[in-house]
């Protein structure tokens, strides 16, 4: 005898007694879930190939150096890259440290902060505990322009913002993200799994119970819809109220909608304006 499937806070005895409208939500989760499953195999494979493959620390024929000052950074493996700051700084940076200079390990990243720099911090991948992306896109007269903030939060609370004026920070950005969650997500699937309430910043999520957002929790079965896009995470109910939550605001935001199976693409994270 096959166990009842549970499926937004119902049982049924299989596919077919479930209802056409129900039946066919049901299927496309699967099917999510499916995709899911491989994007993240094809994650942790990457994963892999970034932590083995950097044998000698080079691009094409060019040597990536330590940079002076990263010399007691010696247990993360080589160096994979070197982000310098080519931006022009406006002010000095108070708070969140805002490094000019960051290095990509195999098993981490380093930078200095600080009053001229002079504090080296090495944060191995397991250190980091969130990502959070601030993305906006706007135009002008002169053209398209996408703004960029990811901020990194440890597991002791410190931060730090890698933002445009970076060498390839989103290039560099992606790396980092496919690199961590592969590590973090079959941990909290478990957990959602088994039951446990997950939480992203404003949002959390609970296999049984549902979605949580802007403070009133929501079941599956009173859900129409839930996407990403435009920067937004958002939530239509069966009776077409709606609610939303930024992605800037989401920590490991890619994670959430993995888990529950929502589908989006990289430019989905991007909120779009206007100058």
């Excluded at 940076?93 to 805002?98: A, K, Q, S």
């Excluded at 440890?154 to 933002?163: C, E, F, I, N, T």
């Excluded at 004026?165 to 699937?189: C, D, H, Q, W, Y």
């Excluded at 109910?237 to 589908?263: F, M, T």
């Amino acid at each position: 005898m096959t166990e009842p499937i549970h499926y937004k806070g119902a049982d049924y005895e299989s596919i077919d007694s479930m209802p056409p409208n129900i039946r066919a939500a049901y299927e496309q989760s699967q099917r999510n879930r499916a995709r899911n499953r491989q994007d993240l195999e094809q994650a942790q494979q990457h994963a892999e190939q970034d932590q083995q493959q950097a044998q000698p620390a080079w691009h094409g024929s060019k040597k990536v150096s330590v940079p002076a000052g990263f010399e007691p950074v010696t247990e993360m493996g080589q160096v994979v890259a070197v982000l310098k700051y080519t931006g022009v700084r406006l002010w000095p940076n108070v708070g969140t440290p805002m490094p000019d200079l960051v290095v990509r390990y195999r098993d981490g990243f380093a930078f200095r902060s600080g009053l001229a720099g002079r504090d080296l911090h090495a944060w191995r991948w397991e250190d980091v505990a969130a990502i959070q992306s601030d993305l906006h896109s706007w135009h002008d007269k002169t053209g398209s322009y996408v703004d960029r903030e990811f901020t990194l939060t440890k597991s002791s609370g410190d931060k730090v913002v890698l933002g445009d004026g970076l060498e390839n920070v989103a290039e560099e950005a992606s790396v980092i993200k496919r690199t961590v969650f592969a590590r973090m997500e079959p941990a909290l699937t478990q957990r959602y799994q088994a039951g446990e309430a997950l939480t992203f910043g404003p949002v959390t999520v609970h296999h049984q119970n549902g979605l949580t957002l802007d403070g009133k929790t929501f079941a599956w079965n009173a859900i129409g819809e839930v996407e990403l896009n435009d920067g937004r995470l958002k939530v239509t109910l069966s009776d077409g109220q709606k609610h939303q939550a930024p992605v800037s605001a989401i920590p490991n935001v890619e994670l959430l909608c993995r888990i529950i199976g929502v589908n989006f693409g990289p430019d989905d994270l991007v909120h779009r304006g206007r100058m």
